[in-house]
């Protein structure tokens, strides 16, 4: 798989994710200001970092490697500053994007367990 290919999963993981995370958000509240917070919240590089690492343990073999190649993609200048929180983030939007693509069963187990969190309650 080459590097354009996990550009391309984590393109697509970032906007599945936020869409995970709006449609889990609106039956929250409807106040737009709550909406954009809760949202905000969840969509970033720091949140989706420490998501990867809650499942780690949960990852198959190829899913582990997934996630390593997806973190040691090249990282655009503006986001040097910021590495160890971004290149973990792509890892995670990588296997979001891969799951969305090729196994949706696997995807809704995570999106399941993510929603046990006490960052989804």
């Known amino acids: ?3 354009l290919a996990l ?3 984590a393109h697509l993981g970032d906007a599945v994710w936020e869409i995970f995370v709006r449609e ?3 039956y929250k509240t409807s106040n737009p200001k709550i909406l954009h917070k809760l949202t905000t919240e969840r969509v970033n590089a ?3 970092a420490d998501m990867l690492y809650f ?3 949960d ?3 190829e899913e582990k490697e997934l ?3 997806g973190r040691n ?3 655009p200048v503006g986001r040097k500053n910021i590495q160890n929180t971004y290149r973990p983030a792509t890892a995670f939007e990588v296997l979001i994007g891969f799951w969305y693509l090729n196994d949706k069963e696997r995807l809704n187990f995570f999106y399941n367990k993510f929603k046990t969190t006490e960052f989804f309650k």
């Open 7 to 9: 550009r391309n999963y």
């Open 24 to 26: 889990y958000i609106i």
């Open 55 to 57: 499942i780690e343990e």
């Open 73 to 75: 993609l090249p990282i």
């Open 46 to 48: 720091s949140f989706q």
């Open 1 to 3: 798989m080459t590097d």
């Open 67 to 69: 996630a390593r190649r």
């Open 59 to 61: 990852l198959t073999d």
